[in-house]
């Protein structure tokens, strides 16, 4: 059974400050991790991929893999009220393009 | 929403009647799944297809039918709905191909059982 896990918040952060949002998976096969956004009553919107092991930023989002610790994080700078959102972890183990998806972290960013 | 429409968006049905619920692209993507969200459990897949004809169950399947007669249309039919059944059902696709693993989705159907 493929798991992965995030912290199910809230997380609760200052405008302005650096969100960090963490998820662990099991399956030490996996290929290709993706964060997703969803706001409340919307749909999931892709955010970042990471492929390999490091650093990938895109504007104010950095996604960090590390495959030997089986961990993926996601920091949001400069954070801002409209990142207020759920954010989940998705994981391809390498079978029929199916992802594995976390049950999501709730973040709040207060003004 | 990358070219994905699901209708109904809304439908509120009794138990024991038969629901289809239809997800229609326009990005010509080989992958379509469904997939239900619930609170405390997150998003879980129904049933996929990899090509026109070709299908798959995913982990929640009981219950559920699907049918992909065209590329750009895949329904999820419920035979006989019951208030479990009750949840906010997401279409996406995925171009599939190497390294296309990238999965994009559909506005939802919020769909209650009474």
């Known amino acids: 059974q493929k798991e992965v896990e995030q912290n199910s918040g809230p997380l609760s952060v200052p405008e302005g400050a650096i969100a960090s949002l963490n998820c662990t998976y099991s399956?030490?096969?996996?290929?290709?991790f993706f964060w997703y956004r969803q706001y409340s009553g919307k749909s999931p919107e892709l955010i970042m991929s990471?492929?390999?092991?490091g650093d990938k930023e895109d504007g104010r989002f950095t996604a960090q893999l590390n495959k030997a610790s089986q961990y993926v994080s996601l920091l949001i700078r400069d954070s801002q009220p409209s990142d207020s959102a759920t954010y989940l972890c998705?994981?391809?183990?390498?079978?029929?393009?199916?992802?594995?998806f976390g049950k999501g972290t709730l973040l709040t960013v207060n003004p | 929403d990358a070219g994905i429409t699901q209708s109904p968006r809304h439908k509120v049905t009794e138990t024991g009647t038969p629901v289809t619920l239809r997800c229609h692209q326009t990005?010509?993507?080989?992958?379509m799944y469904w997939y239900r969200q619930d609170p405390g459990h997150g998003l879980r897949l129904i049933h996929y297809?990899?090509?026109?004809?070709?299908?798959d169950k995913g982990e929640v399947s009981d219950g559920y039918s699907v049918s992909r007669s065209k590329t750009e249309d895949f329904l999820l039919t419920l035979e006989s709905a019951t208030s479990s059944q009750t949840s906010v059902y997401f279409c996406?696709?995925?171009?599939?191909?190497?390294?296309?693993?990238?999965?994009?989705f559909g506005p939802g159907t919020r769909l209650t059982v009474t």
């Open positions: 297809s990899y090509g026109v004809k070709d299908t």
């Open positions: 996406a696709i995925s171009e599939g191909g190497r390294g296309s693993y990238e999965q994009y």
């Open positions: 399956d030490r096969g996996s290929q290709s």
């Open positions: 990005e010509n993507h080989r992958y």
């Open positions: 990471i492929y390999s092991n």
């Open positions: 998705a994981v391809y183990g390498g079978s029929n393009y199916k992802l594995t």
